[in-house]
């Protein structure tokens, strides 16, 4: 199969032109001492090896043989949620003129074909391949959420809009919520339909870990099922498969045709819930997720070559878009939380700054001990803004935060967006499991 996704060969020039300044390590406008880092991986492992650029000049060795595959070397590549901070703090000072993202992107896929990706994460592309899903739950299972439910299926209907879920499906605790959604959407007479049984994976979470053949297998199924579909309009209720959709999909070189994707908050911010009465005024901070933000940025393909310009600098034939995560999706999430009467105060790292809480890209499953710092320092940033809820559109965000806020006896309480908006629509009492230590 071919792809546009560049490999590590191609990719030889960009990690040459790394300057070692170790801005991919660093928010680009610091507000303090505390929370100045963008990269959850040196956050935690400290030494420049940790680094995006660390990990590029690691690369360079590999290609030139002059390193082999080690577990400390394994632990480095996947001790990272690929989460691209470092991509947008680099291009910030730099441009395109080095590419971490794409580099790691790279860097991961020769390790994958070589055979040493981490054992977690190998089982996990085994089971996509099995069972089509990473958690290794049957494949019956992502059908489960709608029971009861009166919903039209792809396997039996068309319609013009198709609510996509992901593999939030398999998140019991998820399921009340989801199908909230679906219930609002038939409120509104929207005409949609649902994947059921018949969703495939999307493939992002393949890509993160570095099996391309896999992901872009996934990838073409899922287009293939979207065009059959007959929906002109893809809502999206995962942040990941979000992501898979903008982000990684046009980087395989799979296009969903005129198929318009929104996210569940963009939705939403068209048709807003109405919050219950006599509810007093809550105090939020809003967790930017990676792959909403800055890697839910819409990317365009790309084809040409770089050419060397005064004999020194990279540059690309054509010209190809810079990609900084500005364009994610960052104001309507905090759109709703405000029509839910929630005051927001925000942390120092947010939108394309936002620093990531560690659980996805295979970095928890790989390095538990890197994701549970991560989320520490997250939370901690959370916390630092006196605000009594955590609220994130990211279902992967909020399970993670949750779970090391418990054990961390954080005082903060930690909801997935939809989750905290059906709490506000419904005045629903927050339940006690989302505060540390009860």
């Not at 960009?14 to 680009?28: A, Q």
């Not at 002059?66 to 910030?92: A, H, L, W």
């Not at 839910?296 to 540059?315: D, F, L």
């Amino acid at each position: 199969m071919t792809h546009i996704s560049p490999t590590l060969e191609k990719l030889h020039d960009k990690l040459g032109s790394c300057t070692r300044c170790t801005f991919c390590k660093w928010v680009p406008e610091v507000r303090s001492q505390d929370f100045a880092e963008i990269c959850p991986s040196v956050q935690h492992g400290k030494f420049f090896s940790h680094t995006a650029g660390g990990k590029l000049i690691a690369a360079y060795a590999l290609l030139h043989n002059r390193v082999e595959y080690t577990p400390d070397f394994i632990q480095n590549v996947y001790s990272c949620s690929m989460c691209g901070g470092c991509d947008t703090s680099c291009k910030t000072l730099l441009a395109d003129f080095v590419e971490p993202l794409d580099s790691l992107y790279a860097l991961r896929q020769k390790v994958t074909a070589d055979g040493h990706a981490p054992e977690p994460l190998r089982e996990m592309l085994a089971h996509l391949r099995t069972l089509g899903n990473a958690r290794g739950l049957p494949a019956a299972m992502r059908g489960e959420w709608f029971a009861g439910l009166s919903l039209k299926q792809t396997k039996t209907h068309q319609a013009p809009v198709l609510f996509h879920v992901g593999d939030v499906a398999f998140d019991r605790d998820e399921w009340p919520f989801i199908r909230h959604i679906a219930s609002e959407l038939q409120r509104r007479d929207v005409d949609f339909v649902i994947g059921g049984v018949d969703e495939p994976d999307s493939g992002g979470l393949a890509y993160d870990i570095g099996d391309q053949d896999l992901a872009a297998d996934l990838a073409q199924k899922t287009a293939e099922w979207l065009r059959k579909s007959g929906a002109g309009t893809l809502i999206v209720y995962s942040d990941d498969a979000f992501s898979a959709f903008r982000n990684i999909y046009p980087r395989l070189g799979v296009s969903l045709g005129n198929i318009k994707v929104i996210h569940i908050a963009q939705w939403l911010a068209e048709n807003p819930l109405t919050v219950a009465a006599g509810q007093k005024r809550d105090t939020v901070t809003y967790h930017d997720s990676c792959r909403l933000g800055r890697l839910g940025e819409e990317r365009h393909p790309w084809e040409g070559e770089t050419v060397m310009a005064y004999n020194s600098i990279p540059m690309r034939v054509p010209e190809g878009e810079l990609y900084l995560g500005v364009n994610g999706v960052y104001e309507e999430p905090r759109q709703l939380l405000r029509a839910v009467d929630a005051e927001i105060v925000e942390m120092e790292r947010i939108r394309e700054f936002a620093f990531c809480c560690g659980a996805g890209g295979g970095g928890k499953q790989a390095s538990p001990d890197f994701a549970r710092a991560a989320a520490r320092n997250r939370l901690q940033e959370a916390e630092s803004t006196g605000a009594e809820f955590l609220v994130t559109s990211c279902t992967a965000c909020s399970s993670h935060m949750k779970e090391v806020a418990q054990e961390a006896g954080s005082s903060i309480r930690v909801y997935g967006l939809v989750e905290y908006l059906h709490t506000r629509q419904t005045a629903s009492a927050p339940d006690a499991s989302h505060k540390a230590g009860e």
